[in-house]
């Protein structure tokens, strides 16, 4: 399924696809999961850095959002050694939390309007500008399924596409 373009936002989740770090592991997967249902497009960046390496289509950009988060002392660390928690979510650059967080904005009716950029109080500081955008997504997503997002929807097909079926 296509991202909705509705959703302007930038959304980057700093995660890790480490099955042994069970806890960040399903709590990042729940964040994406959400996402997922919502159809929003959204920059995964894996923090276990042999994926990164493996990554060619990404790595490189994964890097560069940890790097400016480093930079910028936005990423969030627990305790005296400094571990990074994970999930971390960011949406236009702002960190809203973890998966929890995320779906606290989902159940107060918050998420939408800053994912559709209607907050006039959300500042707006993108992580990767012109990296991993929707754009790309849409094209990429469009190379393997041969959707096209400047279609228009005609009305009269159902859900499954199926033309000329009235149920009047």
């Keep these: 399924?296509?991202?909705?373009?509705r959703y302007k936002a930038e959304v980057v989740i700093l995660l890790?696809?480490?099955?042994?770090?069970?806890?960040e592991y399903n709590a990042g997967?729940?964040?994406?999961?959400?996402?997922?249902?919502k159809r929003v497009h959204f920059k995964p960046v894996d923090f276990n850095r042999l994926a990164r390496?493996?990554?060619?289509?990404?790595?490189?950009?994964?890097n560069v959002?940890?790097?400016?988060?480093l930079t910028e002392g936005?990423?969030?660390t627990s305790g005296e050694n400094g571990d990074v928690i994970l999930p971390q979510i960011f949406i236009d650059g702002q960190y809203i939390g973890g998966a929890e967080a995320l779906q606290d904005m989902e159940d107060d009716g918050k998420l939408d309007e800053v994912l559709e950029r209607r907050d006039p109080?959300?500042?707006?500081?993108?992580?990767?500008?012109g990296m991993m955008t929707i754009e790309q997504s849409l094209k990429e997503y469009?190379?393997?399924?041969?959707?096209?997002?400047?279609?228009?929807?005609?009305?009269?097909?159902?859900?499954?596409g199926d033309e000329g079926i009235n149920p009047t």
Aim: net charge negative.
């Design 29 to 37: 997967k729940r964040a994406k999961d959400l996402l997922e249902i």
């Design 1 to 5: 399924v296509p991202p909705d373009t």
């Design 53 to 62: 390496e493996g990554a060619a289509d990404t790595g490189e950009a994964e």
């Design 65 to 69: 959002a940890i790097q400016r988060l």
């Design 142 to 160: 469009a190379k393997y399924t041969g959707y096209d997002s400047d279609e228009d929807y005609d009305s009269a097909d159902d859900e499954y």
């Design 74 to 76: 936005k990423l969030q």
């Design 121 to 129: 109080n959300w500042k707006i500081d993108e992580i990767l500008p």
């Design 16 to 23: 890790t696809t480490l099955g042994a770090k069970r806890t």
